[in-house]
């Protein structure tokens, strides 16, 4: 059979090699997700994530094991999201563990006070950072790294301070002690684009009015991760509280949905 000229057959070679291959878009998605360090994910998509969930567990214990024993088991019970509180011993450490054991988890640092405190969460491989009180300095650290961030705030002036210096959600703490699901529907009002978090006093009575008043998300603690329950180890106590504010969460957003 007859072949094309020498000249022909070089030029070929050369358009085939030149042709950019493009990726797939499952692959565009991967890339999107997956980052250096670790396959950390962008805060947009932190944020999104947890504003699905609705519920932000925080875990504060007296040993490393114990935090990862009640992070893990809240995240078998349908609520992958674990804030580490920087009292806990050893955080950093849990912090790395959890993330590498459990990418699908969103781990985050808890009772960050500080650029210093902040810089080591995020070596740990920490996606989100949050404090009981405005820390300014830790809210534009994390808006110049690119980390999603959770103040805390109680008035309304902490609120849109928050807000205008790159919070992703505003944590009201503590919320009981000012009223409660009335006082997150009262800066609703005002503030209807600043996503809120309620923290403090969230229970199984209070849950479901929380986020009936507008709240993105719930901060909550002991009454998701009982101290007794960890130190003993009773994973199922955990797991059923844990269903029990999900569908809590749920109920309330089908409510507000019907509405």
Same mark, same amino acid.
């Given at each position: ?76 019970? $349908? ?30 640092? $808890? ?21 009981? $009180? ?30 205008? @210096? ?9 919320? @009981? *002690? ?22 403090? $006093? ?31 180890? *009773? ?25």
């Amino acid at each position: 059979m007859a072949t094309g000229s020498p000249n022909r057959s070089r030029a070929l070679r050369r358009a085939r090699s030149s042709i950019s291959v493009r990726p797939s878009r499952i692959e565009l998605s991967k890339s999107v997700m997956v980052h250096e360090g670790g396959g950390s994910v962008k805060k947009q998509e932190v944020r999104a994530r947890i504003e699905e969930i609705g519920i932000i567990p925080a875990v504060r214990t007296s040993s490393a094991a114990d935090a990862r024993f009640a992070a893990e088991t809240v995240s078998r019970g $349908g609520i992958p999201v674990a804030e580490i509180t920087v009292t806990v011993p050893e955080a950093m450490k849990v912090i790395t563990g959890l993330t590498s054991s459990f990418p699908e988890m969103i781990v985050g640092a $808890g009772t960050v006070l500080d650029i210093e405190t902040a810089q080591r969460c995020l070596d740990a491989g920490a996606k989100f950072l949050t404090s009981p $009180g405005l820390v300014l300095e830790v809210v534009e650290f994390a808006a110049k790294n690119e980390v999603a961030v959770f103040p805390g705030a109680l008035t309304p002036t902490e609120v849109i301070t928050a807000s205008k @210096a790159g919070a992703d959600l505003v944590k009201v703490f503590p919320c @009981a *002690q000012v009223g409660g699901d009335s006082y997150i529907r009262a800066l609703r009002a005002p503030l209807p684009h600043v996503p809120l978090i309620a923290s403090g $006093g969230v229970n199984q009575q209070t849950a479901l009015n929380f986020v009936l008043a507008g709240a993105a998300a719930l901060g909550i603690g002991g009454e998701l991760i009982p101290k007794e329950a960890v130190q003993r180890r *009773q994973a199922e106590r955990i797991l059923e509280l844990a269903r029990r504010f999900t569908k809590l969460v749920k109920d309330a957003r089908s409510r507000m949905a019907a509405q």
